[in-house]
């Protein structure tokens, strides 16, 4: 890591809020599946606070970054820090050594992950899908864990529905329960895979609004998503991948209005266009 | 024509019989516990076991559904003593059942855990849940409602397949009905009530079967597929959308 990952984006809003210390150092990581090389070498620092959104075609590799910070997929080089962990192995006399089951389990606890389609638990209600891991993994206090639970489900809109089946939702209520899922376990940077790609357009916005709540009071967040009015709302900073190279990144008014890649000049001109 | 109603009535509440039948479902509930216990140890060690523990459940189930359970019983009372291993007819039946039902029972298993979305499987993870507790927890109890049926359908075999047990003298149902056939040589009457009670307890069984089903399908069932909300909410959607 060189010191110019540390400091932030020249193009940072300045006074919209402070950033703090990098809280994911993602450095030099490949990945391959297969043959195929998904990720080259890709670098990125992300501060404490801050809102990153990542676009990109399909198979330019921005939920497999993600999927990497969150340990879903191994890499093949380089390394990931996030939340004061170095993720995926231990360090002993200057080797890297991967980490066990449990280890990584350890690690993941600390990074919440919101996905395409949601994935809740179907087989349990609305408020054991989000005390589940707090009481079986974290052994939290059940009665506690149950009273934060429905803190978390106004917070997301859902007061009413805690002893629904996922299934008796609408997918945009699922999403709202998969988030509060996912804050649960009290989770440093919180990491979106695409979260409104699988719902209907017209439950998009709530759960955009979460989103935009919780940035704003200071989560962290790599957001993958195609939902340029998010990203004008609440990024710091807007990424675009293209066949597993970062080739823009900058503050939401400079990547809009006057992007360097002719990569993000095409795909702004695709998704702008209607 | 030679049958007797009395003894057929009598047979019906016959002592030997009903503790006969008593036998057979202890017997068959205790070789499906164990069962389930090695066809869950045998499909992890297949799905998720290395090289060795691979092999070792695949020759297990290769075995055990290769061969009749008949075989399998008579080896493991009468064949393995002369190995120095001693078993008892109960002992030996519990153990013939449960290795020959856990062999069928890591299959249906297997399947079971291969038919849960992937996605539950990263949802696990991401919340920071160890393999042992995405099984637990997350996996094994979404397999279950996929594993029921079949299940169900293993244990009613499993409550009839008892009777091979008495080969080996194991006094269920089936060898109770041979003894009193023996005493008084009414073989049509006492067969028939044998052969009644099992229909009974199947019958008893495909109740419980029932409710069991309804239970895992809770979650899933039909009636949940759409809330009133959902559909109210759809409703405005469209009426939003206005005319196509």
Known sequence: MTTQDLTPPTDARPGDKTLGEPIVVIDGVQKYFGAHHVLKDVSLTVRRGEVVVICGRSGSGKSTLLRCVDQLETIDGGTIHAAGHLMGFREKNGKRIPLGDAQVARQQRDLGMVFQNFNLFPHISVIDNITLAPVRILKRNKAEARAEARTLLKRVGLPDKENAYPRQLSGGQQQRVAIARALAMQPKVMLFDE??????????????????????????????????????????????????????????????????SEHTKLFLSKILAH | ????????????????????????????????????????????????????????????????????????????YTGLPQLGIRLNVIESAILGLALNEGAYLAEIIRAGIMSVDKGQNDAARSVGMTWRERMWLVILPQATRTIIPPLGNQFNGMLKTTSLASVISMEELMRNAQMLAQIEFRVLEVYLVAALWYLLLVSIWSAIQVRIEAHYEKPFGPAAAVSPEAEKELAKAIEKAGPA
């Open chain 1, 195 to 260: 979260p409104t790609s699988a719902l209907d357009p017209e439950m998009i916005s709530e759960v955009l609004d979460v989103m935009v709540d919780l940035s704003r009071q200071g989560m962290t967040m790599i957001v993958v998503t195609h939902e340029m009015g998010f990203a004008r709302a609440a990024a710091d900073r807007v990424l675009l991948m293209h066949e597993g190279h970062i080739v823009e990144e900058a503050a939401p008014e400079t990547f809009f209005n006057h992007p360097e």
């Open chain 2, 1 to 76: 024509m030679n049958w007797s109603w009395s003894y057929f009535f009598e047979y019906l509440t016959n002592g030997l019989m009903v503790e006969g039948a008593w036998t057979t479902i202890w017997l068959s509930v205790v070789s499906m516990v164990l069962g389930l216990g090695l066809g869950v140890i045998a499909a992890m060690m297949k799905m998720y076991g290395n090289r060795a523990l691979r092999w070792i459940a695949e020759f297990y189930i290769w075995l055990f559904r290769g061969t009749p359970i008949l075989i399998q019983l008579v080896i493991i």
